[in-house]
Structures are given as C-alpha cells and as structure tokens.
C-alpha cells in the first residue's frame, strides 16, 4: 500500500502557504480593535480563539519606535479588509483575458467586484472581501459558503508602470487552469483556510469540522502583528501596567517567544583570517524559529502553538527534497528561504535573521554591499579583485553572485539565502543554474563560466566532493548511491539539512541504512537528522527497528516521536516490547491528530487511510479514502490505496472498479493504469492486463517499476523480445537502476545473448 506525502502541495499561486508557506509576502492594515478578534470570515462572529493575545496596539503604548516601523511594514500588510484604502488594484471595469475567459473588475455600491469563472464553469460575479499582500501583487480573497476563502488567481501588479506594473495578470500565464482543477482558484489549492491564513493572520485557528466540512476560522488580529513573533502578549502588557516592579519581574517579562540571541552580542573579525567573528556563539534557534513559522516550507500539525515554542513541535520542515531544490542545494520551487539559509557558512557561524534584516519595519538594515560589510572587511572583500568586476557596476553587489534571485508568481524575485560560492563547474556536471550565466551573461554556457572563473582565480575550484554531487548520482540510481548517502549522513562538518536530506533519498530509492550508522545517525542533537533516519529505517527488518526505534518514541521533539510511531505502525500488534507500548500509543495518537487536524486535505485523509489500515481498522481506513477522494476527486493516490483494502480482503472487482473510476477522472494517471494492471493479473485477464501495464509505461516511462513489472509480465507471456526491448528503454533513461539491469541481464542470458 503506498502511503501518500506528508503535505508535499504543488504550491503555484497563493502568496503564503498553509503548508507551504510565505516567504517575501507583502501585506496594509494595523490593529483595528479588540471588536475584530475572532471574526470567522465569511460569516458572523466567533467567540475569541484565546484571551490572552492583547493586540498590536497594546504593544504600541510602550514600543513606539518599532510600533511605527511595523506599520509600514508588510507585515502589517498581510490581509486587511477590502477597502478604498486597501485596495490596490484598479476596480474600473477593466478586463483581462485567460484560457478563453474574460474576466473584468468593477465596483459596485461601494464595494468590489469581479466577473470570473466560478467553479461550475459559469461567469458570475464575486465579491472581494479582503486584501491579501500589498507590493509586488496583490491578490484578492472572495468569501464562498462553509466559511471558505478562496484566493482569486488574477492578481494585481502593485510595480510601478516603469517596471511592468499596474496590470492585472494571471499567475500561471503558461498553463491554461480551468474550473475543476485543484489550482482553480475556487480549488482546494487556492483555499485561504489551509494554504494561507496561518502566516498572514495572528493566532489562527482553522475550525475545520469534517463532519459537516464547515470552517470557523478565527484569529485575534488580522494581519501579521506583535504577537505573532513574540506570542500572546497580555500578561507582558499587565506587567508594564505594573511598572515591571522588582516584586513580580520575570527574566521573561511574561513573554513566550524571548527574542533575545543578539543581545550584547557583536561580530568582529578574526585577526588570524580575517573573516567575521561573532562575539559570543549562539546557543539557541529561538529566532530563526520564530520566522521559520512563515518563512519555511513545511506543513502543519497543529494550530495550538505559539512563537516560542519549539518549531518541530507544530510543523514539519520540508528537506532539499527534489521538487523543492536543485541537487545542490540551490532553491527551485517556493521554499522560502529558511531551508536554504541552515545549508549556509552564515547559519552556522551563528548569523540570525536580525543580523540583516530589521525585524519591525522588515527591510534591510542597510542597502547595498554596506549590509555585508557589516561583518565583511570592505577592504577584502567589496574590492574588483574579490568581485572579479568593476566597483559599482551591477556585477559587484554581492547579492547578484552569492543570492542569485528567481522569480515566482511572475513578478516576485526571492533570493537564494544559502550564500553560496559561484560553481559554474558544478552546473556543467550536475545540471543545475549558476549565478554567472543566470543574472548576468545569459548569452555564455557554464562551461565558459567555469573556465573564466578558473581563469581569473587562477585555479580550478577546491576538489572536495560537493554534496549535490552524491544527490545528482542518487537521483539517476548510480550504484554508488547508498554508501555514498551513508557517508554524507554521517559527516558531522556537513549542515544537518543535507545529512537529513541524505537520510531522506536513502529512504525514498528503498536503500538499507546500515545498523552502525542508524545507531549513530539517531542520537544526533538535530531533530531533523533523527526524523530522517527513522524515515530511513521505515524499510528495514522487524529486528532492526524494534532494536533502535522505540527509545525515539519518548523523544524531546514531536515530529521525531511521530515519525518513530510510523516506523512502527506495522509491527504494532506483534513484537513491540511492553515497556514501549504506552508510549507508542501516545506517538501515534500525535501522527493521527496531525491528520484529523488537516483532514481539509485529501493528502491527510489519504495519510490517515493508510495508518488506519495497517492497524487492521478497515472500515475507517476505507472512509478516509472515501473523504479524500470527496475533498478532491483528482487525488489518484486515494483511489490507488482504496483499491489496495479492496484487494486485502479479496474483493478484487471492487478494487478494479475504484481504479476504472480513477483513470475516467484523471485519464494521464500512470500510478492508476500501474494498479489496474496488477489487478487484471490477479484476476487472470491477461490482455487487458497487459495493456493497462502498457499504459503506464507510456504516461510515465521515467518510471523503472512500470517498465519492469510490464517486462515481467510480457515475459510470463511469451513475449520475450518485446520484454527485452521495455527493459532496454526503461535502462536507457535509469542506467543505474540496479532491479531493471539484473532483469535484462537475466532475460538475455535466457535468449543466448
């Protein structure tokens, strides 16, 4: 049974995630009044989410100076009502047209309005009920029934007309996103509820009823305020009312999220190597936590935490997966900067968000290469012989070689906070973007950066493997690969965020972590080092996990403990040690809260499906795909696990019957027509077997296992040749892949060849 990802959402439009997450969101509004506090939009008033949030303004009483720069930050920007104030965009009937549909904008009785396909296909009007973001686009939310929000796909471009700007566009141009899609902005993808709100609100509490498939969303403050970084504020508040007397003080002053690392604190430079020396180390995470909250791909487990509480304690922080970074560690698609800034020589060195960033009015602290001299000698460093260009030419600010931007939702550059040193080589060799021929000479190959930069140093770069290097081999299946992942994971010089994301394509190509280096990899002080190598262990022998697991269930941090209940769930009934029981019922009580909590999603459903039947529960594991599938009928992975119970209790029409009912919704669905295939098998109709085997094959020949289970089946068939010939095809794009060449070698050895 395939287990569906944990909240791996092809994310395209919204300017915040739910799982996802915001990174340069943009947002205009201040605290209004304590009368805003828990609103469920889109409807009435719910009672406040908590009391102990004071609101923004409260704050402001004391903090002035910072209270004034947060106003005109977009934080404070982050949603706001829609309002002649607020509104950006122009409501004057202008049109804009995409996939064949006309939409236009208007106004109407003081209010505003778009004409846009709704999600029955029709056009009909909509209002818009909240600003979402403010520079560079803004996007619009429009309330539906059930408390749903919904983030309208056509978006405002706040730049200036010099630069582009003052148009209405759409964010997918190259794609033609119709009603019925998931990305749809009346789609479950567009859903302001689960992919939003978290990160552009205060204290949110989604208030999903899955029952009735209702949200009662609440927050305490509409925008992104005070108490969003340093938690619920009002008993701070009643103890500056106090005067912070002596007789109640508290080294906390009453505030969840101390935000304290930089205090006292200053970089200098190391007079042996003249490079930036902090003056003291730093010992906590606690502020990059807190922005990690927003600034971070990960998904979600709980809305009851707070800013300071430990951050895997709420969220699962995503690794260099595949789909989210480039094989060396550069970002690809939306990841908000936070994974790629633990990859960097800056986090390491104990640099934090604040070092560079003003926390309150959320710029710069200072513009230009000034903000790197901070800590970088000047003279060493914003020089043509470091730039290897002319002083003051574009070319010499250090962002545009060591923060390489990419642009997502059309408008929005984000730059890369790894911090990375120009490898052109590496981009010839790994096939991945390098800054020189991505932001400057975009006519030259990265073979000619390569050889200039070795040119003009002098030398070729340091011969150390880089890790992208061992990733690029994992990702075509070079048999190299499984030591290769052991030994980065065991690297102790190497950032954590690449030996966990080691640990995790060591579990994804099903490789075997070998019993030394589990040991070892699993007392690592890094949860996400922990939490990836029980996600490695999850395919290992009964023996091997219930030796090393269970001692993780009592774990400090929360994802680690739900990942070991995980890696348990099978052996549950049978072998684990009474003495570890208890605590295994608690962590797995963690992992289903996780889904029922985002049982909005079909992937949580399909997640708690699966859970539900490996512990033998089959009527509820069958209802939760039966959900998932009604939440988003596009979802294959449900059908593909619904069939799968079917089959596990011999009723194999049925399990045919989901999958045909799969295909006829989402045609292209490779992993359905695989499952079909393997239920004519069984069900001895061998040629319609071997076509849907075929299919597969075709809709996704990158797929090793499509093309060997096909072969096999040709083969059992009498088709040897033709078996041969999948083989061979299947190896051409994979050569590495060690299960489809001992076929082939076996197959041919058979013919004489």
Same mark, same amino acid.
Request: aromatic fraction near 8%; hydrophobic fraction near 40%.
């Given at each position: ?156 471009? =706040? *730049?200036?007309?010099? #630069?582009? /700007? %003052? ?6 141009? @190259?794609? !033609?996103?119709?009603? $019925? ?110 922005? =990690? *909250?927003?600034?971070? #791909?990960? /998904? %979600? ?6 800013? @300071?509480? !430990?951050?895997?304690? $709420? ?128 006519? !030259? ?309």
């Amino acid at each position: 049974m395939s287990t569906a990802a944990s909240f791996t959402v092809k994310h395209r439009g919204i300017a915040a995630g739910g799982l996802l997450l915001v990174a340069g969101i943009t947002f205009t509004l201040v605290w209004r009044s304590s009368t805003r506090r828990g609103e469920t939009p889109g409807g009435g008033e719910a009672v406040a989410p908590a009391s102990t949030y004071a609101g923004s303004g409260a704050c402001e009483a004391c903090h002035a100076r910072e209270g004034r720069a947060w106003r005109e930050s977009q934080h404070a920007q982050a949603m706001a009502d829609a309002t002649d104030s607020t509104v950006l965009g122009r409501f004057d009937g202008r049109q804009v047209t995409y996939a064949g549909i006309s939409s236009s904008f208007f106004r109407r009785a003081g209010k505003f309005y778009v004409r846009t396909e709704g999600a029955d296909g029709r056009l009909a009007d909509f209002e818009i009920k909240y600003t979402f973001g403010v520079s560079p686009l803004q996007q619009y939310l429009v309330a539906f029934p059930r408390g749903r929000l919904q983030a309208l796909s056509l978006a405002w471009d =706040a *730049r200036p007309v010099t #630069r582009g /700007g %003052q148009r209405w566009f759409h964010l997918y141009p @190259g794609e !033609r996103i119709t009603a $019925g899609d998931p990305l749809h902005w009346t789609g479950a993808q567009q859903n302001w509820n689960f992919m939003c709100a978290d990160c552009h609100s205060t204290n949110v509490r989604k208030g999903y009823d899955p029952a009735t498939r209702e949200y009662a969303t609440t927050w305490s403050e509409i925008s992104v305020g005070c108490e969003a970084c340093h938690g619920p504020g009002e008993a701070h508040v009643a103890w500056a009312r106090r005067g912070g007397t002596a007789v109640d003080a508290r080294a906390d002053r009453y505030l969840a999220a101390q935000l304290d690392e930089r205090k006292g604190v200053g970089w200098g430079i190391d007079p042996a190597r003249q490079s930036p020396l902090r003056s003291q180390p730093r010992v906590s995470d606690r502020e990059i936590e807190v922005c =990690a *909250r927003c600034h971070a #791909r990960r /998904g %979600q487990m709980t809305d009851v935490i707070k800013a @300071g509480d !430990r951050f895997e304690d $709420g969220f699962r922080a995503s690794l260099l997966e595949p789909v989210l970074f480039h094989t060396d560690g550069q970002q690809r698609d939306e990841v908000y900067t936070h994974a790629s800034f633990l990859q960097s020589r800056m986090y390491a060195k104990g640099v934090t968000c604040s070092d560079c960033h003003d926390p309150h009015a959320g710029t710069l602290r200072l513009p230009g290469n000034a903000l790197c001299s901070q800590c970088h000698l000047p003279s060493k460093y914003d020089t043509p012989g470091h730039s290897r260009h002319a002083a003051d030419s574009p070319a010499s600010a250090c962002v545009v070689c060591h923060m390489p931007a990419k642009t997502y939702m059309s408008v929005d550059p984000r730059r890369d906070h790894s911090f990375r040193i120009p490898r052109p080589d590496l981009a010839v060799t790994l096939d991945v973007p390098d800054a020189c021929t991505t932001a400057c000479h975009r006519n !030259r190959s990265a073979a000619w950066a390569s050889a200039e930069l070795k040119g003009r140093n002098g030398h070729a770069p340091a011969p150390s493997r880089h890790f992208g290097e061992t990733f690029h081999a994992a990702a075509r299946g070079a048999p190299e690969e499984d030591a290769d992942l052991q030994r980065l994971a065991s690297d102790g010089e190497l950032p954590a965020i690449v030996r966990a994301s080691a640990l995790e394509r060591l579990a994804a190509g099903g490789g075997g972590l070998a019993p030394d280096v589990a040991a070892r990899v699993l007392a690592e002080p890094n949860a996400l080092v922990r939490r990836a190598a029980l996600s490695a262990l999850q395919g290992a022998d009964a023996a091997t996990r219930l030796r090393l697991v269970p001692p993780l269930l009592s774990d400090a941090v929360r994802t680690v403990r739900v990942q070991a209940a995980m890696s348990l769930v099978d052996l549950s009934g049978a072998g684990l040690p009474e003495t570890f029981r208890a605590a295994f019922g608690r962590a797995l009580d963690e992992y289903l809260s996780e889904q029922r909590f985002n049982a909005d999603r079909p992937e949580a459903q399909t997640n708690l499906g699966t859970t539900l039947a490996a512990l033998g529960q089959k009527t509820e594991s069958m209802a939760a795909f039966r959900e998932a599938i009604t939440l988003d009928r596009t979802y294959i992975p449900a059908y593909v696990n619904l069939a799968d119970v079917h089959r596990s209790h011999g009723n194999e029409a049925e399990a045919e019957r989901v999958l045909r009912d799969a295909i006829a919704v989402t045609p292209a669905a490779a992993d359905a027509h695989h499952a079909l295939g393997l239920s004519l098998v069984r069900q001895r109709r061998i040629a319609e077997a071997l076509a849907a085997l075929a299919e597969a094959v075709r809709l996704d020949p990158g797929v090793a296992r499509y093309a060997y289970v096909y072969a096999v089946a040709l083969h059992e068939t009498g088709s040897a040749a033709q078996a041969l010939t999948v083989l061979r095809a299947s190896l051409a794009r994979r050569p590495f892949d060690r299960n489809t060449r001992d076929l082939l070698a076996s197959y041919a050895r058979e013919t004489g060849r």
